[in-house]
């Protein structure tokens, strides 16, 4: 072999050792040789990798009108477990904070 080589550990549980050394034993190749064409024939077929997802700048305008709404999604559930019986009142007044917000945008 002209070609440097480099070399790495992998370790199977003792069945899988023994169909590995049995098969390549068949096949008249090293257990080295079998594992590499069997690594170099999954590669070849393997999908191209995921492209990184790019994320676009946004609108800061936007991301804090997103936010502003989340907030009060929050405030309604926190005040919805809150208390044991539903509290009319309390809704009403996220209700209206929600509606005034609305009407500013």
């Given at each position: 072999?002209?070609?440097?080589?480099k070399q790495i550990k992998v370790y199977f549980p003792v069945e899988d050792f023994e169909n590995l050394k049995q098969i390549s034993k068949s096949q008249n190749i090293t257990m080295s040789e079998?594992?590499?064409?069997?690594?170099?024939?999954?590669?070849?077929?393997?999908?191209?990798?995921?492209?990184?997802?790019?994320?676009?700048?946004?609108?800061?305008?936007?991301?804090?009108?997103?936010?502003?709404?989340?907030?009060?999604?929050?405030?309604?559930?926190?005040?919805?477990?809150?208390?044991?019986?539903?509290?009319?009142?309390?809704?009403?007044?996220?209700?209206?904070?929600?509606?005034?917000?609305?009407?500013?945008?």
């Amino acid at each position: 072999m002209s070609e440097k080589m480099k070399q790495i550990k992998v370790y199977f549980p003792v069945e899988d050792f023994e169909n590995l050394k049995q098969i390549s034993k068949s096949q008249n190749i090293t257990m080295s040789e079998f594992l590499r064409n069997a690594v170099n024939s999954k590669m070849e077929n393997a999908p191209a990798p995921k492209s990184k997802k790019v994320y676009k700048v946004t609108n800061p305008d936007l991301l804090f009108f997103i936010s502003n709404i989340a907030n009060n999604i929050n405030q309604i559930a926190k005040k919805l477990n809150a208390k044991s019986e539903f509290d009319r009142k309390a809704l009403l007044e996220i209700y209206i904070k929600v509606k005034s917000f609305k009407n500013e945008n």
